[in-house]
């Protein structure tokens, strides 16, 4: 607005709202600090808009070999060596994914499905492993289980 015929157009208040807000306000272009940022919030959002937001960061996939850490601790006493049990060897990847003799133990992103977590949680018709050994730790079996859920990497 323009505030100096306030006074002597509008009286006394207008003229002192003038002072009040010419003092405090520096804005020094010919349109109101409002309306400019109303004109500027559609450039200023869409620069925002051009960088997609990144996806939230994926809990890391534990790596293989934390997986054979656990093997190695609880499993190839049995499942190593020229006769393995169940002719199941679990001491490297590529024999792991080999699985055993007639299906393999791992079905890639699959826990639920893989013979492996079904022994390791003892379900129905499967050798609970190890056995007659308490089972691993939940969250070993865990480890393994976001393991395969993640695909199952080298
Ligand atoms: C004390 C020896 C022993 C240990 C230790 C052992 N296993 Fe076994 N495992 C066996 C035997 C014996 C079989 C065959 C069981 C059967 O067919 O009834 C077997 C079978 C399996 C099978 C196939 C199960 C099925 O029903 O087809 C899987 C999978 C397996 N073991 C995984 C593991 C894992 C993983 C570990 C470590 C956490 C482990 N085992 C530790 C002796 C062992």
């Excluded at 939230?56 to 006769?83: E, L, M, R, W």
């Excluded at 977590?117 to 190890?130: C, E, K, S, T, W």
Aim: glycine share 6%; proline share 10%; hydrophobic share 40%.
């Amino acid at each position: 607005m323009d505030c100096s015929f306030a006074y002597y157009s509008r009286g006394r208040q207008l003229s002192r709202y003038c002072e009040i807000t010419s003092s405090r306000n520096s804005w020094p272009f010919p349109i109101s600090m409002k309306a400019a940022l109303f004109a500027l919030a559609p450039i200023v959002l869409s620069f925002g808009f051009q960088h997609k937001t990144p996806a939230p960061p994926k809990p890391t996939a534990p790596a293989y070999k934390s997986v054979q850490a656990i093997f190695t601790k609880n499993c190839i006493s049995c499942h190593s060596g020229d006769h393995p049990k169940a002719a199941i060897d679990l001491t490297s990847y590529a024999v792991v994914m080999e699985g055993g003799e007639d299906q393999p133990i791992i079905k890639k992103g699959a826990p639920k499905h893989s013979l492996l977590i079904q022994a390791l949680r003892g379900a129905d018709n499967v050798r609970r492993m190890p056995p007659r050994m308490s089972p691993l730790a939940e969250k070993d079996i865990m480890l393994i289980e976001n393991w395969i859920k993640a695909g199952a990497k080298p």
